[in-house]
């Protein structure tokens, strides 16, 4: 390290670039500055170039001061980024930035689901789904639109308990069922909860492998973060403590960062 | 990293596809070929009769769907590859096989060799599922007797004690050699990658001439070492040693070698069939009854078609010392019931010994390659 390294901040920009929806954090040196996300278009690398360049106008940055790494199913696709991570570890740190003291994340995505065990400060043990779309944000996205609501509405009309139980995991035959229950003319928000009970069964299944206490919290990431019904949905099912952070969605990003702020400091 | 193959490595990854014309050759100059599917086929007792031995399992998936004409689909693609090339008559070895041996090890395998036996002449091998007991070693060592019976028959040939101790000698030789060639690996850094280890266990199959196939093996592996110690390093010493275990690897599924070589690792050994798990146990030359020295070395490879598998367990904890292992990846195939049941012993196994392991469960189509570049990458990352 040079003394104009020790003089200058640096700026570490992480990129999560999903299947759906592309995040980015600016961090100067660790403290998180400023975030942003858009939707992840035909042009993958446009996506995250344009989160990229918005974070950089916004806050006046000079691309000189930037360390980028990026995350995510399209982390190598970004090619101004100096580094990729898996979406597992920068999950892990990123929530483990937002909480320390937490011992698994769940991360529901747009296309998939994993759930991360964390011990001793980081990821320890994981398990994926990203075969199907059981469990996934496509899923509950598919949902809303057949029952024409609104995410935001979930907790305004959604209740924890529901009288309907989805059978089918899969995306697809769920759906048949749903329309089927809309045409027995079943409550929209009995249904919605239904739906969400089914994501939280996926979710129980899948953390069903890990050692988990009682007395600790999860952190749920991802876009379904948001919903307070949700969340509390998954912690009646899976029977242990879930939590949220307003960072939820950029856990992923803000792993990147700081991985990228640590290795930095190390040289 | 290199990207080319040494100029030695070419003509073992060329050896499947070379293998046809000279399996053709040798066809035509009045040699007969057995087609093999196991490693607990005992191969001297071809190499006696002066047969050519090859190893049938598939690793494409080219002609599965045509097996899936005739077996279910929720089956192990290695068994329903491998039947859909005597299928569809698209394997030159199988075609070219004047007898296919198998054995009685998986469910799937055993039906599947039913069906076979329809299409080429099929001799079935019983074999035992312990192997430590008295009745077990006898059973195995019959049927070792009954194949000679039968390749002698078969082929006309008279199997003496002189031809059986050569064969002996001459297949632990290979044995020596490409163990030999894989404990390269054991060097940090080690002198090659495991894709490039590969190339040759694989192709080493594929070479017929069993003392041309010794010499080439000693000569690379002459070379590498003479390399390394010249100061060569063609592998990056920061990358994590990782050794893969399950079902057999090669062809479609390199695709989980390459996804922890492209992730930060390398693999350092291989305790599957492909490698370890045949190579390391050797014919006892000294005892007196050359079919008891070959039944007992061969029943003892420790296989998940065995209960318990216990031998697999000896194996894991020596060469993870031995090659100074940072992780083990375990490859399965789907619906590979005894791999996939195993998995739990495995991993509580490796657990207690504060070893990371990590399970991919895989097919051979090419489809999930991203999903196991992410999880190879995710499980390195977490090796710190």
Known sequence: MNMSDITESKYFVGIDLGSTMCKAVLFLENNL??????????????????????LLKRNNVDEKNIIVSSTGYGRELIDFASKSYTEI?????????????????????????KAIKIEDGKAQNFIMNDKCAAGTGRFLAMALEKLEIQFEDIDKHVEIESSIKINNTCAVFAESEIISLIAQNKNRYDIMSGVIHSIALKVSQMISKFELSKDKNILLTGGLYASDIIRQIIENTIKYRVI???????????????????????? | MSNTLPKDFESFSKARAQGFVKMKELKESGKNVVGVFCTYTPREIFLAADLVSVGLCSVSDETIADAEKVLPRNLCPLIKSSYGFAYTEKCPYMYFSDMIVGETTCDG?????????????????????????????????????????????????????KNIKEAIKLENEVRVSLKEFSELSKLVPPPITGLEQLKILFGSDYKFDVKEKIEEVKNITKKIKTDYDNGERKVNKNLKRILVTGCPIGGATEKVVSAIEESGGVVVVYENCTSMKKLELLVDEKEADPYRAIADRYLKIGCSIMTPNNRRLDLLSSLIEEYKVD??????????????????????????????????????????TAMLKTRAAAFIEMLG
């Not at chain 2, 069906?115 to 077990?136: A, F, N």
């Not at chain 2, 207690?352 to 051979?364: A, C, G, Q, R």
């Open chain 1, 89 to 113: 570890t920068c999950h892990s740190l990123g929530a483990l930035h937002l909480d320390s003291s937490i011992q698994a994340v769940i991360d529901i995505g747009g296309q998939d689901m």
């Open chain 2, 109 to 161: 395998k055993k039906k599947m060799y039913e069906l076979l036996g329809e299409l080429k002449k099929v001799h079935i091998m019983q074999l035992p599922q312990r192997q430590d007991d008295e009745q077990s070693k006898d059973m195995w060592y019959k049927e070792v007797l009954l194949l000679k019976e039968r390749i002698e028959r078969e082929f006309n040939v008279v199997i003496t004690e």
């Open chain 2, 327 to 368: 992780g083990v990846i375990e490859m399965t195939l789907t619906a590979c019931i005894t791999y996939n049941v195993e998995t739990s012993t495995i991993r509580k196994f490796l657990e207690s010994k504060k070893v990371p392991f990590m399970t991919l469960e895989t097919d051979y189509s090419s489809s999930d």
């Open chain 1, 33 to 54: 500055v400023d975030k942003e996300i858009v939707k992840t278009g035909y042009n993958h690398v446009a996506s995250a170039r344009d989160v990229f360049s918005t």
């Open chain 1, 244 to 267: 949220t952070s307003k960072y939820s969605q950029f856990a992923g990003s803000i792993g990147a960062a700081i991985l990228t702020y640590n290795n930095h400091i190390k040289k």
